[in-house]
């Protein structure tokens, strides 16, 4: 069974502090996304890595692939209210399947 | 462009019900997955319909089954409800041949069993 392991679960922090949110399988995917998701919505689609190693930035938001395909993590810079919600990580299996984290909740405040 | 939209948005049954649920997936997309949201946790992925054929299935009974209709529409239909059904079920398209699977959430439905 492939699993990702979110980490923290739960993230609260003050308005302009920076913030890490990691995510973790012992499985290799052949890509993983992040998305983003506010309370009674669907998520939405952040962003897609592919390469392993690679980053992508979204304005304050960088993310990153590791080497081997099996971990990611998504790095927030000064951090504003408008980031608040629940951050959720899915790798893209080889049947094309998406496999999600638990998510991490997090609480930006002014 | 139309985005993914589900009805109804939340809905209320009893043990042993059972329960449809439906999808209309964005124009331009041919592949619907469903997806089960717990309280506090990711969704977990139910299963993915593509040209009106079931496309894989995650770890859920029998009892869950759906249908795509030619129009790329879909249903979730939940037979013989139970109290840990309650959950947040989200419906997803994509373009079969999109390079990444990358999906397109509705807004969901909440489910409430009691």
């Given at each position: 069974?492939?699993?990702?392991?979110?980490?923290?679960?739960?993230?609260?922090?003050?308005?302009?502090?920076?913030?890490?949110?990691?995510?973790?399988?012992?499985?290799?995917?052949?890509?993983?996304?992040?998305?983003?998701?506010?309370?009674?919505?669907?998520?939405?689609?952040?962003?897609?890595?592919?390469?392993?190693?690679?980053?992508?930035?979204?304005?304050?938001?960088?993310?990153?692939?590791?080497?081997?395909?099996?971990?990611?993590?998504?790095?927030?810079?000064?951090?504003?209210?408008?980031?608040?919600?629940?951050?959720?990580?899915?790798?893209v299996n080889k049947w094309g399947k998406l496999?999600?984290?638990?998510?991490?909740?997090?609480?930006?405040?002014? | 462009?139309?985005?993914?939209?589900?009805?109804?948005?939340?809905?209320?049954?009893?043990?042993?019900?059972?329960?449809?649920?439906?999808c209309?997936s964005?124009?331009?997309h041919n592949t619907v997955s469903w997806y089960?949201?717990?309280?506090?946790?990711?969704?977990?992925f139910i299963f993915q319909y593509y040209r009106e054929e079931e496309n894989g299935r995650g770890?859920f009974?029998?009892?869950f089954s759906g249908l795509q209709f030619p129009?790329y529409s879909s249903e979730l239909?939940?037979?013989?409800?139970?109290?840990?059904?309650?959950?947040?079920?989200?419906c997803a398209s994509s373009f079969r041949l999109a390079?990444?699977n990358?999906q397109?959430?509705?807004?969901?439905?909440?489910?409430?069993?009691?």
């Amino acid at each position: 069974t492939q699993l990702l392991e979110q980490s923290p679960q739960f993230l609260s922090i003050q308005e302009g502090e920076n913030l890490t949110v990691y995510c973790n399988s012992s499985s290799v995917f052949s890509s993983l996304q992040w998305y983003r998701q506010e309370p009674g919505e669907g998520p939405v689609l952040l962003v897609t890595v592919v390469t392993g190693g690679e980053v992508k930035k979204l304005k304050r938001l960088t993310f990153q692939f590791g080497d081997a395909r099996k971990d990611s993590s998504l790095h927030i810079t000064a951090a504003q209210p408008g980031d608040t919600g629940l951050y959720l990580c899915a790798g893209v299996n080889k049947w094309g399947k998406l496999i999600f984290g638990q998510g991490t909740e997090l609480s930006v405040k002014p | 462009e139309t985005g993914v939209t589900q009805s109804p948005t939340h809905l209320i049954k009893t043990r042993g019900q059972q329960v449809t649920l439906r999808c209309s997936s964005q124009s331009g997309h041919n592949t619907v997955s469903w997806y089960q949201q717990a309280l506090g946790q990711g969704p977990q992925f139910i299963f993915q319909y593509y040209r009106e054929e079931e496309n894989g299935r995650g770890n859920f009974p029998p009892r869950f089954s759906g249908l795509q209709f030619p129009n790329y529409s879909s249903e979730l239909n939940v037979n013989a409800l139970e109290l840990d059904d309650s959950a947040l079920y989200l419906c997803a398209s994509s373009f079969r041949l999109a390079a990444y699977n990358e999906q397109f959430f509705g807004p969901g439905t909440r489910l409430t069993v009691l």
